[in-house]
């Protein structure tokens, strides 16, 4: 059961891992070639092209972290907030893949910082999964809604399974809900003892975490798949 559920994490991380094709716009976003794409724009080249896997010139920039060329297509109006393949905007690539000063301009620009992809996959969800604990921190301050939810485990639980103190401090500390049950029915306290994740479930004790039986026995009951959702 954990190696399929670690699998399905790095599964939803790693999708969309593409590379873009040669020589294109596309390309100099990738390698940060900021001449190239100055000129391809003055060529008349659209600043919303969409490439391999749908790929715009801003979700690869985002992605292979050229701060540069970010701010450019940015300026040119590139539209922060479009959709790939697989339904994840520049910003759930910048989170996933760990730029926070990317992440910033992003936002700035307007970028949804609740944006789900066709996995229901937050921008919240991809940093803790990835361990970004700044661009957590980041988001949070953005106002993100810290318990969203629709695809797989919570932030908060996806710092169980991955082990990251900080990260679940970070949540708690941020009134994620200790209690929200999983799929399964289980607990964040439950998935602490699950996994042996002792200084988190520490953590969740201090936050009022409660094993699944702990609450039934409460009287709170057995209820069925709890997270938040929009």
Sequence with gaps: MKHLLLTTIAAALLVGCVTAPHNTIHTSAQTGDIIAVKQFLANGADVDAKGVSEWTPLHIAAQFGQKEIVELLLSNDANVNAKDLWGKTPLNRAAEFGSKT?????????ADVNTKDKQGVTPLQYAALSGRREIVELLIVKGVDINLNESGPTPLNISIITGRVEIAQLLLSNSADANVRNIDTKTPLDLAYEWKRKKIANLLRK????????????????????????
């Excluded at 990317?102 to 307007?110: D, S």
């Excluded at 699944?212 to 929009?230: C, R």
Aim: hydrophobic residues 25%; proline residues 3%; neutral net charge.
């Design 102 to 110: 990317i992440v910033e301009l992003l936002i700035a620009k307007g």
């Design 207 to 230: 936050h009022g975490g409660k094993t699944g039986e702990e609450l039934k026995a409460e009287g709170i009951g057995d209820p069925n798949y709890q997270n938040k959702t929009k």
